[in-house]
């Protein structure tokens, strides 16, 4: 399953692509520019860099938050409107969600710290 994500509570966001739980790529926004300028540019990058198409996309992934009220709006209509256009499934993620993921992931694992 092929998972296009997208997060825009930071002043620089990302776009990604999954693929059965392995990131294909990420392609992390300029930011000087805003979300609105910046995205659908960002999202056709990633896809024609990895010769996927919105066809194959099975499942959209947003961050719904905490973050920027414009940061949000804009991800959360963009990811809104591909679902809608290509008829896949949504899913949002709590952004602070995401984060403790990314720690629990990134953290040596001889360390024999225990996440809870």
């Not at 399953?1 to 620089?12: F, Q, V, Y």
């Not at 659908?40 to 990895?50: A, M, Q, S, V, Y």
């Not at 709590?94 to 710290?113: D, F, H, T």
């Amino acid at each position: 399953m092929i998972t296009l994500a997208l997060d825009t509570t930071t002043s620089t966001g990302s776009v990604a692509l999954v693929h059965a739980g392995e990131l294909l790529d990420c392609f992390v926004g300029d930011q000087e520019r805003t979300h609105g300028e910046r995205l659908p540019g960002d999202i056709l990058t990633l896809l024609k860099r990895n010769s996927i198409t919105f066809s194959d996309i099975e499942l959209y992934a947003v961050c719904s938050g905490p973050g920027s009220f414009t940061g949000l709006r804009v991800g959360l209509a963009t990811i809104q409107a591909l679902s809608f256009a290509n008829e896949k499934p949504v899913i949002a993620i709590p952004a602070l969600e995401a984060y403790g993921y990314a720690v629990m992931a990134s953290w040596p694992q001889e360390s024999g710290a225990k996440f809870i």
